[in-house]
């Protein structure tokens, strides 16, 4: 049977560990029929490749820093070199985020210095703009972004700067979504509920987040299953919400929908 993403170029930028979003979303794309391109930099660019061959095809494997201009300046001919001349993307996945645990998170909003956040908001929001950018010239006539975010309507316990940058990254994408529209771009985002994540692991305190979904969340939730956030991203990539973009789709079991 036919995947939804037959025939689509997908490149999912921010692949570190299998237990993270990216991994399970490069894992569904490609169950889904589409080939499938990932990246990181750096350190952590060694560690993808080794589980890039955990997926059930191993993918090419970029080294993109999206804070780095030459990096995302020779985006396109890295895709072009794996995959041919005539190469193009149909989609782009930003699971990219950061900001430091010692000065950002925690109960450290008061505190958090300016270079820092800088850092963080550069890192988790600029870079989506960043990446669109970089991949647009062969994403045409058209395509989808799509970005990972943590609902940042709100004010969440231990969660400080990063809920800031979050709150940027959805800014980002609805002006995205604007500008790139003409284009037929779509750019949405999929906030996710508490996963355990390498990211997860390193805010202090992510414990009290964690458990106020076992409560509230109407249809239940578990952390450790990242193929409902996988799904909702690939559904986004495919051809099945060609008029939707600018949005936020929840993937939290409801919670984002209850009261106290």
């Not at 589980?51 to 095809?57: F, G, M, V």
């Not at 396109?76 to 645990?101: K, T, W």
């Not at 963080?120 to 703009?129: D, E, G, H, P, R």
Request: hydrophobic share 45%; proline share 6%; glycine share 10%.
């Amino acid at each position: 049977m036919a995947g939804i993403l037959d025939g689509k170029t997908i490149l999912v930028a921010g692949v570190t560990m299998d237990s993270s979003i990216g991994f399970a979303t490069a894992k569904v794309a490609q169950e889904q029929g589409a080939t499938v391109l990932i990246s990181n930099f750096g350190r952590a660019l060694g560690i993808t490749r080794r589980i890039a061959k955990r997926l059930p095809s191993t993918p090419p494997v970029l080294e993109l820093d999206v804070t780095d201009d030459e990096h995302l300046a020779g985006l396109a001919d890295q895709v072009r070199e794996h995959l041919g001349d005539d190469a193009h993307l149909d989609g782009v996945v930003h699971s990219i985020a950061y900001g430091n645990p010692e000065t950002l998170l925690g109960g450290k909003f008061l505190t958090g210095p300016w270079p820092d956040v800088a850092q963080a908001v550069q890192v988790s929001a600029y870079s989506l703009k960043a990446l669109a950018m970089a991949a647009q010239p062969l994403m045409r006539p058209g395509g989808s972004i799509v970005g990972l975010t943590f609902d940042a309507s709100v004010a969440w316990p231990v969660y400080d700067w990063m809920g800031v940058a979050k709150a940027a990254l959805e800014s980002t994408s609805r002006y995205l979504a604007r500008d790139l529209g003409p284009d037929g771009i779509r750019v949405n985002l999929v906030a996710a509920g508490p996963l355990k994540t390498l990211a997860a692991k390193a805010i202090p305190g992510f414990e009290e987040l964690d458990a106020m979904w076992a409560t509230k969340a109407p249809l239940g939730w578990d952390n450790a299953d990242h193929e409902p956030t996988a799904k909702a991203v690939v559904a986004l990539l495919s051809d099945f919400f060609p008029a939707t973009s600018g949005e936020i789709v929840h993937v939290d079991g409801g919670f984002h929908a209850m009261g106290a």
